[in-house]
């Protein structure tokens, strides 16, 4: 089975300030990736960042990038220059590879960015 | 690439009626539609894999008979919720292999 956990419930942030959201994770598989989503009130799922397992390259998105830890499971998101328009529900998660495509993601992390 | 457009975004229904929710893949052929469900301020859980022209896969808990999937075509999954209650108003999204999103749909059942 597949486990995705976000230990922060919520995070606060200020305006041009970084902050960093959590994500650990628990696969049998070698082959998988993992995602960041960010959810607003409008509750629209946008893809934030995707990682594949097999790359040893962190992934970044301008102003949003990941630690991939594979060896210790983690899977964090770091958001530079934070923006009002960052404040939302992020969800990490997580697919397994080959076919088996289904998502499983995290209870989510809500962040308010503060002016 | 990979956009799914869902429909409705909204939808209010009386109890013990049915109301369907589509998912059209606009620029790929879909064979595979997952539907997830959120509670408020909840994470999203899979209810089902949605398959092309075959019975779709329930995850466990999620009554067969409740939520019906149809994915008759490659471009179109459909989540009817029958018979619905007050316990069934949720936010139901689907999502695609590539994990692209439909727009969601907030069922209210009153």
């Known amino acids: 089975a597949q486990t995705v956990t976000q230990s922060q419930p919520e995070m606060s942030v200020q305006e041009a300030e970084t902050v960093t959201l959590s994500c650990t994770y628990d696969?049998?598989?070698?082959?998988?990736?993992l995602f960041w989503y960010k959810q607003p009130p409008s509750r629209q799922m946008i893809l934030v960042i995707r990682q594949e397992a097999y790359k040893q390259q962190n992934a970044t998105e301008n102003r949003f990038s990941v630690n991939f830890q594979k060896a210790a499971k983690s899977f964090s998101l770091k958001i530079s220059d934070s923006q009002l328009g960052d404040a939302a529900m992020y969800f990490c998660?997580?697919?397994?590879?080959?076919?088996?495509?289904?998502?499983?993601f995290g209870k989510g992390t809500l962040l308010t960015v503060n002016p | 690439g990979a956009v799914v457009s869902q429909h409705p975004s909204r939808v209010i229904c009386k109890s013990g009626t049915s109301v369907k929710i589509e998912c059209r893949s606009l620029d790929f052929q879909a064979t595979t539609m997952f539907w997830y469900r959120q509670f408020p301020k909840k994470s999203l859980m899979l209810m089902a894999t949605s398959n092309e022209g075959s019975k779709a896969t329930y995850e466990q808990g999620v009554e067969k008979d409740k939520f019906l999937i149809n994915h008759a075509s490659l471009t179109l999954s459909t989540l009817t919720v029958t018979s619905a209650h007050p316990e069934d108003s949720s936010f139901y999204i689907c999502?695609?292999?590539?994990?692209?999103f439909g727009q969601g749909t907030r069922l209210t059942v009153v």
């Open positions: 998660a997580l697919r397994g590879g080959g076919s088996n495509y289904k998502l499983t």
């Open positions: 696969t049998s598989e070698s082959d998988y990736y």
């Open positions: 999502m695609t292999t590539e994990a692209f």
